[in-house]
């Protein structure tokens, strides 16, 4: 909110209000989700910031492809993977700086290239098992 001053924020008015609200939008972020991709993919907007990140992350979602690298209207941010941690955990923070937008054509090539060994170690210094597991209950 403070990087967009003079955007309005509405609150949700159910799932259709919401999709056509999102397609009607000029400039979109959309959150990591297929419903808010697909109003966006689907919207006039002008500028489209999307974060490459979860399921629009190649790497952590082989079996999804949802970066529309021809779209020109788009722009990435490609963000360091994150499993198991809530967003507001201070994990996050330790990543500050470690985001950066990125022109098509470069994400194309950093997603084309062999993603580098999972390292346990990174993996288990930010994960919260309290979290994971109020989250994903069928694990226990």
Do not use: C
């Not at 000029?26 to 979860?54: D, K, N, Y």
């Amino acid at each position: 909110r403070a990087r967009f001053p003079a955007a309005r924020f509405l609150p949700s008015r159910g799932p259709m209000v919401d999709f056509a609200r999102l397609r009607a939008s000029r400039h979109l972020v959309p959150a990591i989700s297929t419903f808010s991709w697909l109003a966006a993919w689907l919207s006039e907007a002008q500028t489209v910031f999307l974060p490459v990140l979860g399921l629009f992350n190649p790497r952590q979602a082989p079996e999804v492809d949802l970066l529309p690298l021809d779209d020109p209207r788009f722009r990435f941010t490609l963000f360091p993977a994150q499993y198991g941690a809530p967003v507001a955990q201070v994990a996050h923070a330790r990543q500050a700086g470690w985001w950066r937008e990125m022109p098509a054509d470069a994400l194309a090539r950093v997603m084309a290239r062999p993603a580098p060994p999972r390292e346990k170690a990174a993996y288990l210094a930010v994960f919260d098992e309290s979290f994971y597991r109020s989250t994903y209950p069928n694990v226990a």
